[in-house]
């Protein structure tokens, strides 16, 4: 039977894949090096010998944390299933591999003074290059690459939408969020030319953050505005079907399980985050 060594099949996946997004490759690739590192006779092993066990094993050794054997074995599963395709293979043992129990955090929202403080500390810093794309993620519940993806054309400040293709979102489907009054007011007074997020943006993004000062102790979520976003606008809209669209969720288990977190959240702070009403923070301390 005609079979090839691993690492060849990570180099073919990838050569199939490339028409993707730059950083899924990066992912594979970074992933998939991680496990030949961990189990250095994986790069060698013929794909048609790999057997559960096997990647079982080679998960274990390679990482640390449920979410990243997760990750791990969707990405082992892939190489393994492109392997099938080309023949060599019989099966894909990653997907006989049972998946690990991820149990998810509950993410708090920002309040209502650290939202504005965040807000307060883009404008401030970089001339407010920075402003636009914050808002879009905290009042539109734009994921932060995403907003790297956008420009000015996909947002229509007098239909009051903002338009997401394929190739913006992170599931690959289009999707179309309302501009609301308040993210509208921040967007009509800044610049409509090039992208809402301004050039060496994850590095300026870093400082605002940093700058901000919230969060410090927990430390920064990834996906904290978003959450934030969906968090306020079922406390003030009480509408979740609406919610559900306007985050492109294609069922409400997710956006149950996962992003609403309304602690401390009563439907008078809800008011005053759409309202954008509440009162500014200090001024920014010099470091």
């Known amino acids: 039977e005609t079979s090839v060594p691993f690492s060849q099949a990570v180099r073919a ?9 730059p950083r899924t490759l990066q992912e594979i690739r970074y992933m998939a090096a991680r496990m030949m590192k961990k189990c250095p006779e994986l790069a060698r092993k013929q794909v048609r010998s790999i057997t559960p066990e ?12 449920p979410r990243q054997r997760h990750k791990g074995r969707l990405i082992l599963s892939g190489i393994l299933n492109f392997s099938l395709k080309r023949g060599w293979c019989r099966r ?14 509950r993410i708090r929202a920002l309040s209502l003074y650290e939202a504005k403080r965040l ?25 932060p690459h995403e907003v790297k993806r956008l420009t000015w054309k ?28 308040v993210l509208g007011a921040i967007l009509s007074r800044t610049s409509s030319a090039g992208s809402p997020a301004p050039p060496n943006w994850e590095k300026k993004w870093k400082e605002v953050r940093r700058r901000s ?18 968090s306020y606008h079922l406390a003030h809209f009480c509408n979740q079907n609406l919610l559900q669209k306007e985050m492109g969720h ?30 500014p923070p ?3 301390k010099k470091d």
Request: charged content about 15%; glycine content about 8%; overall charge positive.
């Open 13 to 21: 996946s990838l050569e199939a894949r490339k028409h993707r997004r």
């Open 54 to 65: 096997d990647c079982g094993r080679y998960l274990r050794k390679s990482f640390s944390t």
């Open 92 to 105: 894909n043992a990653a997907f006989l591999v049972p998946p690990p129990i991820l149990r998810e955090k």
């Open 119 to 143: 807000l307060h500390t883009a404008e401030q810093l970089f001339h407010g290059a920075c402003l636009p794309a914050c808002a879009l993620m905290l009042y539109a519940g734009i994921r």
């Open 154 to 181: 996909h947002i229509n400040l007098k239909s009051g939408l903002v338009s997401l293709a394929p190739s913006h979102t992170k599931t690959g489907g289009s999707r179309h969020v309302s501009i609301l009054p």
């Open 213 to 230: 000062g919230i969060l410090k102790k927990s430390g920064w979520v990834q996906d904290v505005l978003r959450h934030t976003y969906a």
């Open 250 to 279: 294609s069922s409400p288990s997710l956006l149950l399980a996962r992003y609403l977190n309304m602690e401390g959240i009563t439907s008078a702070t809800g008011a005053m985050f759409w309202t954008h009403s509440f009162i």
């Open 282 to 284: 200090a001024p920014l």
